[in-house]
């Protein structure tokens, strides 16, 4: 099947899928006119690819994911050590947010919002935070 077939059948845009295939993901069989010619196979993993970016998994973690989803001897302790670090990413992503969120918050409420020209938000960006805190 073509990149227009299989972009429809996995959800992915066909930039993607190419790219996929130059960094090695996924290695479409080649026509002999050069195109490529996806297999019932290549679909699969680009959906199943197109599942773990969607999760917020990195290329490197989608290589390893799919390596153990391939190996038929593998233990699911491995995927579940490749999905424990993710998690604990997100974790961490989500209090520098929630930090983010709160000394945004904070700004916001001690500026006036008024025709005067000091401002608490203007004042905290431009006072760089002390070292080592």
Known sequence: MNIKEVSDRSGLPAKTIRYYEDIGLVRPLRAENGYRAFREQDVHKLAFLGRARALGFSIDDCRTLLALYQDNRRESAHVKA????????????????????????????ACHGDDRPDCPILEDLADPPARGS
């Open 82 to 109: 490749v999905a424990e670090d993710h998690l604990r990413q997100i974790d961490e992503k989500i209090a520098q947010l929630d930090a983010m969120r709160n000394t945004l918050a904070h700004l916001v409420r």
